[in-house]
C-alpha cells in the first residue's frame, strides 16, 4: 500500500522501461549529486532532457532533498523556471544491496558552462548575451523571494541551464523552502542547507545564524547566491571559496556597484534583484531591449510595432547571431503568425531566414510564412508578394498548388490595380508548381481577364507571363491559347509597350507553332505592325517577321528536298530567350505616368530583351483615359477613345472588333478567336485589309472629325479603324461650301416645309394659344 501511495505522488511507472523517454548520453556536468542525459519521447521523438538522482535507500538524505526538488520543480511555473514534464522513482534490488532512483523529465536543455563554450561568443556580443540571460535569471530569482516567499538557497554557475531559443532558465529545487520570517521559531529554515557548498554561502548561513536569517529580507541569500553567479560567470571559473568574489577585475563596470550591493556583508542592505533588473544599468543594451519589445508586443501600439519592425532588419545585423536565429526568429515568425506583428515584420523575417540553411528555412519560417497567405491584412499580402522571390523556390508543389495559390489568386480580382499586378507577377515562380488542372481551370481564367484589364501595363505583364509559362502548358492548351493571346489581344492592344510584348512572346514562343499557324494566322497579324505608329513595334515587328519567314523557308527547302520529318515543328529557336522575358516580365511598371504610345527604347537584333526594362518601368499604372488610335489606311491617325475593357469575362470569344463575355463557366476564357478557314477564305481575309476603296471621280475626301464609327458585327478589326468612305459623290463645280455644311451635309436634317407663328401675336379669334411645356390643368366648364 505504502509502495502505491508512493508511486501516485512521485509519478507514474516502475522502472525506465515503463519510462516513455528514452535516456542518452549524460553531459560532463550537472547540479548536485544529479546526472543529466539527453533524452527522446518514444511517442514522437521529441527532444528532452532526464535527470536522475540515485541513493543506497528510500531513507537517503539526498534521495529525500530529490523527492523536494520534484515537488516543488512540479508546482512551481514561471517562464524563467525549468519546465517540468514528468517524473518517477525506481527501486531496484541487486542481490542484498537495494537501490533507488530519482528520474526528472524536462525540457530539452543544457548546462549553462557548455552552452558558453559552444557559443564562443566575444567583446560587446558576450557582453548582451550575459545581460539577457542574467536578466532572465533574476526575474525568475525575484519570483520566488517577493511573489511566492520561497528561498533557493543555491543560485549559482550548476542551477543555471539553457534552452533550445538560448534562454536562461533556473533549475535545482532541492533546498528550495518558504522562508520563515518568525522570530520565534528557532529550528534551521532550509531543511536541506548541508547540500550548498560553503564557498556559495553567506555569512549568516554558514553561520548557521538562523535568528539573523528570519529578520533579514527573503532575497538576502538569494541575492548572494545571484552574485557568485556573476563571478562564475565573468571570470570563467568555478567558485572555490568565498574570498575569491572580492577579486572584480573581471566584471563590467556598469555591473559593479550591482555586483558589491548583491554580496553586502549585512543581509538587511543587500540588492533585491526586482530592484537590479529595473534599475541597473547593465541591463539597458541592444539585445534585452529588442527581446523584451517583442516579449509585450501585444501591449504595443500599432505606431511603435512599425517604427520597430522598420528598424528591425539592420538591428539584426549588430546582434548575436546564434541569438537572431534561435531566440529572436521565433519571436517573429509566431507573433506574425497569430497576428501580433505589423507586415513590416515579413522584412525582417526573411532578412532572418536568409541566413538559415535549406533545412532549416523550411522547418523555421516556410510554415509560418504559408498561414500568412490566409491573412486578410493587405499589407501582409503585398509583403508576400513583393518578396515572393526570396521564398518562393523554397515551396514544394503540393504546398503551392493547395495552400498558397488559392489565397493568392483572390489577387487578380482585387480592386487595387498594384495588387492586381504584384498578383500577376508572382505567378512566374508559383505557376511552374502548379498542377494542369488548376492551371487550365483557375490561372488562364484570370490571365484572360487581365488581358483586357483596364491598366495598360497590368495588359502588357499578362501577355510577357504566358511567354513565360507557355512551357508550363500541356500542348492542347497551347494551341487554343498562345495565338490567340497574342495574335488577337496583345498585337491590337491600343497600348504601344502591349503590342511590343505581344510581338516578342510570339518569338519566344516560336518554337510550339506549325507552319500552317505561322503561315495563316501570325504572319498576317504581324505584317500590320509593320506599319504601326510606334517605331519600336514596328523594329520588333520586322525582326518577327523574319524570324517567321525564315521557319517557313526551311520548311519549303525541306519539301522541296522530300525531307518532311519537320512537318509539324520548324525546330528554329527565338531570336531571343526565355531568360530575357523573364526579367522584363520582373520589371516593375508602377513607377511613373506616360501615355498609352509611349514608345520603348528601339530594339536591334543584337539588342536582349532585358534592354526593353527600363523603358517599360516607367509605364504608370494611372495611365490616360483616352489615347491616339492608328488607323489601317495611310499614315492618318485620329484620335479617339478607347473603350472600357470588360472587366468580367470568362472567355476569349469573338474580338474582331470588341471582346464578348461568356458566361460559361466550364469554359476557361481561351477558346480559339479565329477558327482555322479554307484557303480560299485565308487569301480573301488576307486581302480584305489591304484592299482600297473604289475610285470615284468626283469624290472628295471628307475631313477627319476625330472619331469613327464601328460596325463590331461586320466590319473586321483593321478596317473599323478605317475613315469612313463617303457615300454619295459632289460635282466639282459646286461652289465652296463651309467646313460645317461639308462635313454634316449628308446627315442634316431636312428644312421645315413650314414657317412657324411668332410667339408675339395676340390671342385673336382665330389665332390658336401657343402650346405649354409640361402638365396643364384643363378647364372643363363650358364658356
Not at 246 to 268: C, F, N
Not at 395 to 404: A, C, K, N, R, T
Request: a neutral charge; glycine letters at 6%.
Amino acid at each position: 500500500m505504502f509502495k502505491f501511495l508512493k508511486g501516485v505522488v512521485a509519478g507514474s511507472g516502475t522502472g525506465p522501461k515503463d519510462l516513455p523517454y528514452n535516456i542518452g548520453e549524460p553531459y560532463s556536468s550537472a547540479w548536485g549529486s544529479w546526472t543529466h542525459y539527453h533524452g527522446t519521447s518514444k511517442d514522437d521523438g521529441s527532444l528532452v532532457s532526464i535527470f536522475s538522482l540515485s541513493g543506497s535507500s528510500s531513507q537517503d538524505g539526498h534521495l529525500a532533498a530529490g523527492r523536494n526538488g520534484v515537488k516543488r520543480l512540479r508546482t512551481v511555473r514561471h517562464p524563467n523556471i525549468l519546465s517540468f514534464l514528468h517524473s518517477t522513482e525506481v527501486e531496484t534490488s541487486d542481490g542484498s544491496a537495494t537501490k533507488v532512483t530519482i528520474y526528472i523529465v524536462t525540457e530539452p536543455v543544457v548546462p549553462l558552462s557548455e552552452k558558453i563554450k559552444e557559443l564562443g561568443l566575444e567583446g560587446t556580443q558576450r557582453d548582451e548575451y550575459y545581460a539577457w540571460g542574467l536578466h532572465q535569471i533574476a526575474k525568475a530569482v525575484s519570483f520566488l523571494n517577493n511573489d511566492c516567499k520561497l528561498v533557493h538557497g543555491n543560485v549559482c554557475l550548476a542551477s543555471v541551464v539553457v534552452t533550445q531559443t538560448l534562454d536562461w532558465k533556473l533549475h535545482a529545487f532541492d533546498v528550495l523552502s518558504e522562508f520563515d520570517g518568525n522570530s520565534a521559531s528557532t529550528g534551521p529554515m532550509l531543511q536541506y542547507e548541508w547540500l550548498v557548498g560553503s564557498q556559495y554561502k553567506s555569512m549568516e548561513l554558514l553561520k548557521s545564524d538562523w535568528a539573523a536569517i528570519r529578520k533579514s529580507p527573503p532575497w538576502a541569500i538569494d541575492s548572494w547566491g545571484l552574485g557568485c553567479l556573476i563571478y562564475e560567470l565573468f571570470s570563467g571559473t568555478k567558485l572555490s571559496k568565498t574570498e575569491e568574489l572580492r577579486s572584480t577585475a573581471s566584471i563590467p563596470k556598469s555591473l559593479l556597484p550591482d555586483y558589491q550591493r548583491l554580496l553586502s556583508s549585512m543581509p538587511s542592505r543587500r540588492l533585491n534583484t526586482s530592484k537590479l533588473i529595473e534599475n541597473s544599468e547593465y541591463f539597458q543594451n541592444k539585445l534585452v531591449e529588442t527581446i523584451q519589445f517583442m516579449e509585450i508586443l501585444n501591449l504595443k501600439d500599432s505606431v511603435e510595432k512599425d517604427t520597430f519592425f522598420r528598424k528591425l532588419p539592420n538591428l539584426a545585423e549588430q546582434l548575436p547571431r546564434q541569438i537572431v536565429l534561435k531566440k529572436l526568429l521565433p519571436l517573429l515568425a509566431s507573433s506574425l503568425e497569430f497576428g501580433a506583428a505589423a507586415a513590416p515584420a515579413l522584412t525582417a523575417l526573411l532578412k532572418m531566414g536568409s541566413w538559415l540553411s535549406t533545412e532549416e528555412f523550411g522547418v523555421k519560417v516556410l510554415p509560418s510564412i504559408v498561414k500568412l497567405f490566409a491573412s486578410n491584412d493587405r499589407a501582409i499580402r503585398v509583403g508576400l508578394l513583393q518578396h515572393i522571390d526570396q521564398y518562393g523556390e523554397s515551396l514544394s508543389s503540393q504546398i503551392v498548388d493547395e495552400q498558397v495559390y488559392p489565397h493568392v489568386a483572390t489577387g487578380f480580382a482585387d480592386t487595387s490595380a498594384f495588387l492586381r499586378e504584384l498578383t500577376l507577377k508572382s505567378m512566374l515562380i508559383l505557376a511552374p508548381k502548379l498542377s494542369q488542372r488548376t492551371i487550365s481551370a483557375s490561372l488562364l481564367k484570370y490571365l484572360s481577364k487581365l488581358q483586357v484589364d483596364e491598366e495598360p501595363a497590368i495588359r502588357t505583364n499578362t501577355t510577357i507571363l504566358l511567354g513565360n509559362i507557355a512551357g508550363y502548358l500541356n500542348e492542347g492548351t497551347r494551341k487554343r491559347v498562345l495565338i490567340n493571346a497574342f495574335t488577337a489581344r496583345a498585337l491590337r492592344d491600343t497600348f504601344s509597350p502591349a503590342r511590343g510584348a505581344g510581338v516578342m512572346a510570339l518569338c519566344a514562343t516560336s518554337s510550339y507553332y506549325d507552319v500552317t499557324e505561322i503561315g495563316t494566322r501570325i504572319l498576317p497579324n504581324l505584317v500590320v505592325l509593320t506599319i504601326d505608329p510606334d517605331g519600336d513595334v514596328r523594329s520588333k515587328a520586322f525582326q518577327a517577321v523574319d524570324q517567321f519567314l525564315q521557319m517557313v523557308k526551311q520548311y519549303h527547302d525541306r519539301i522541296n528536298t522530300g525531307d518532311t520529318s519537320g512537318h509539324s515543328n520548324s525546330g528554329i529557336s527565338a531570336i531571343r530567350g526565355d531568360a530575357g522575358l523573364l526579367g522584363w516580365a520582373m520589371s516593375s511598371l508602377t513607377k511613373g505616368k506616360v501615355s498609352e504610345h509611349a514608345p520603348l527604347a528601339p530594339a536591334n537584333a543584337n539588342t536582349p530583351l532585358t534592354s526593353v526594362a527600363s523603358t517599360a518601368s516607367s509605364v504608370g499604372l494611372d495611365a490616360p483615359d483616352t489615347v491616339p488610335v492608328r488607323s489601317s489606311s495611310n499614315n492618318d491617325f485620329t484620335d479617339q477613345p478607347v473603350p472600357s475593357s470588360p472587366t468580367s469575362t470568362d472567355g476569349w470569344g469573338e474580338i474582331e472588333n470588341g471582346i464578348h463575355e461568356e458566361n460559361d463557366s466550364e469554359k476557361d476564357g481561351w477558346d480559339d478567336i479565329e477558327p482555322l478557314p479554307a484557303l480560299v477564305n485565308i487569301q480573301a481575309a488576307q486581302k480584305r485589309p489591304v484592299a482600297l476603296p473604289k475610285p470615284q471621280v468626283t469624290n472628295v475626301r471628307p475631313k477627319n472629325t476625330g472619331k469613327a464609327f464601328v460596325d463590331e458585327d461586320e466590319e473586321e478589326f483593321w478596317d473599323s479603324k478605317a475613315a469612313p468612305t463617303p457615300k454619295t459623290s459632289k460635282p466639282l463645280n459646286k461652289p465652296a461650301a463651309s467646313a460645317d455644311d461639308e462635313l454634316w451635309g449628308d446627315i442634316a436634317a431636312p428644312p421645315p416645309k413650314t414657317i412657324a407663328k411668332p410667339l408675339t401675336l395676340g390671342r385673336g379669334r382665330g389665332a390658336r394659344p401657343t402650346p405649354k411645356l409640361g402638365a396643364q390643368r384643363i378647364n372643363r366648364t363650358s364658356s
